[in-house]
């Protein structure tokens, strides 16, 4: 230690760091000494390191207060659950539809892999859009969107109609799989992160499973559509007045590197304190060693004048919109394709797709022609996934950052992204057991207890859990683009389930469901399984991936 570097730190100024010490996906969450100068977390979690750090500007909306934001939350879970029953809905009516539009299983599933095509098709072109001119916008035109795909379903006459039916109501859907997760990151911190994408799913999964089974007590199908109508009406006028757009101009995160600035002068100046060359009573070195930031006086330092409600509300966002053209922000998911963590959350979670297409496209016939279920019982059997996702969020969510956070502690105060991929084990056996329970329970006309509650219940579990685990790990991973990481993985995510859906069938009448349910189950082993490898390997894939990273992020 040089007496120059000692004065330099003493007043008032900051070592040097090597900019190989920062990775992105190691961050400092925990402050375990209470010391450094960042904003942190209040009541139980004073000691957690926001992560972002909210700016000073008073429209952060890191910075709104927790009721507006659990209570726009809470508006675009609603959102989500709706878009994603106004696709998932038919899988009762399959049976009655090859009746009476004369049609068969191969022409209904041509029609649900039109809905994953499109859910893949629109989160490429519409996240861009969200970007440009804000998400409230998106979300307002996806919602007519969906409005005018349930008027078409209504005056259908042929199974034709749902073709189209799909294709509007897929690319309606596609802001579930992608946009509202970029909502949330932009108004809740990393500690939350995990719990917060874990409702999101399970608002994709719980508008998945009660559509069917609402729409198994209705009337008729024509009914159902219009009941959409009716909610899809209500939801655009709730829409209109109450949801905010959480778009915010953000600018780089040099957190890590303060931190770390921090830290090496409180080592320094600790060793001049210990070696006689400066008293520890001098005032700058308490100020060094112990000066850290009340959420108090943060308040204090807010600057900035605070938008009118008719500001908040405006259609498009363009004063905190990304100023780049549509074009480039519509190329940038392409360029994250050689991100190993982004490919394997793309894949794992186009696998949870295969399970949900699975069930959605084989419970007609199955408990229908297996088990002799009426409509309305066939529809009752989603109850069984539907209580397995309300399990798999708590797992995937609440679990899974409670345990990143007590990883980070035992690590003095240092996330690793892979830390929440430990959680992964749990669901990697209960997906399995899952597959086999549905898919030879019914084969074997075992009682109806196996297929739906272990089987459909065990998916719905899965479903749930590993979706916000691999989400949150490819986010945490590449945090600077974790827009286009979600876009390039709902992509993959949405073709494997078109793929999935336009050849189940196909795959069921060629192997028969004994040999199909065994080769989905080593799947499922695989793909989930490759965790382990990331557990291991998954630092060092993200540092021989950082320059090409922040090559994209134009640094």
């Excluded at 590197?257 to 008293?279: F, M």
């Excluded at 795959?507 to 349910?517: E, F, M, Q, S």
Aim: neutral net charge; charged residues 15%; glycine residues 8%.
């Amino acid at each position: 230690m040089s007496l120059p570097q000692l004065e330099q730190i003493l007043s008032g100024g900051q070592v040097s760091i090597d900019p190989e010490e920062l990775l992105p996906g190691t961050i400092h969450l925990v402050d375990m000494e209470d010391s450094l100068h960042v904003k942190k977390g209040k009541g139980s979690n004073a000691d957690i390191i926001l992560r972002p750090q909210p700016l000073d500007n008073v429209n952060d909306p890191l910075r709104w207060s927790q009721r507006k934001k659990n209570a726009q939350f809470s508006l675009l879970f609603v959102w989500s659950v709706f878009l994603a029953a106004t696709v998932n809905w038919n899988g009762p009516y399959w049976t009655e539809w090859t009746e009476e539009f004369n049609c068969t299983y191969n022409d209904l599933n041509l029609t649900a892999a039109m809905c994953f095509l499109f859910l893949g098709l629109g989160c490429v072109f519409l996240q861009p859009t969200a970007l440009k001119l804000g998400r409230r916008f998106v979300y307002l035109v996806c919602t007519l969107l969906a409005l005018v795909s349930n008027i078409v379903g209504m005056k259908a006459t042929n199974w034709k109609f749902m073709i189209a039916v799909n294709i509007l109501s897929g690319f309606a859907a596609a802001p579930v799989d992608s946009l509202v997760e970029i909502s949330s990151t932009d108004v809740f911190f990393t500690h939350e992160r995990a719990t917060k994408l874990a409702w999101l799913v399970m608002g994709l999964y719980f508008g998945s499973y009660i559509g069917p089974v609402v729409a198994g007590y209705l009337p008729n199908w024509q009914w159902a559509f219009k009941l959409q109508i009716i909610m899809f009406c209500v939801l655009f006028v709730v829409q209109l007045f109450l949801m905010e757009d959480t778009t915010f101009s953000r600018s780089e995160d040099h957190t890590d590197e303060d931190i770390l600035q921090q830290i090496r002068s409180k080592e320094i100046v600790v060793l001049a304190v210990q070696s006689g060359q400066v008293s520890e009573k001098d005032a700058r070195v308490q100020h060094v060693v112990s000066n850290p930031v009340s959420s108090d006086s943060d308040e204090k330092n807010v600057s900035g004048v605070k938008r009118t409600y008719w500001k908040r509300m405006q259609l498009l966002e363009l004063e905190y919109n990304m100023k780049e053209s549509w074009v480039y922000l519509w190329s940038r998911p392409i360029l994250m394709a050689p991100l190993p963590a982004v490919i394997w959350g793309g894949v794992v979670y186009g696998a949870q797709m295969m399970w949900l297409s699975l069930m959605a496209t084989t419970q007609s016939e199955i408990f229908g022609t297996y088990y002799g279920f009426s409509t309305s019982s066939t529809g009752l059997t989603n109850l069984a996934p539907l209580a397995g996702c309300f399990i798999g969020m708590v797992y995937g969510g609440q679990f899974v950052d409670w345990l990143s956070v007590y990883m980070a502690k035992r690590n003095n105060g240092i996330l690793e992204a892979e830390y929440r991929l430990y959680a992964m084990v749990f669901p990697t056996l209960i997906n399995a057991a899952g597959v086999l329970a549905y898919g030879l329970g019914a084969n074997s006309k075992a009682p109806w207890a196996v297929p739906v509650i272990v089987g459909q219940g065990f998916l719905g579990f899965s479903m749930t859990s590993t979706g916000p685990i691999c989400l949150t790990y490819a986010i945490e991973c590449y945090p600077e683009l974790s827009s286009e990481a979600l876009v390039l993985m709902l992509f993959v995510r949405n073709m494997i389930g078109t793929g999935f859906t336009w050849g189940i069938q196909a795959w069921l009448d060629r192997d028969g469901l004994v040999l199909t349910t065994w080769l989905m189950f080593m799947l499922s082993i695989i793909i989930n399984g490759f965790a382990i490898f990331f557990v291991i390997w998954g630092k060092k894939w993200r540092r021989m991936t950082k320059n090409y990273y922040l090559r994209i992020c134009n640094k």
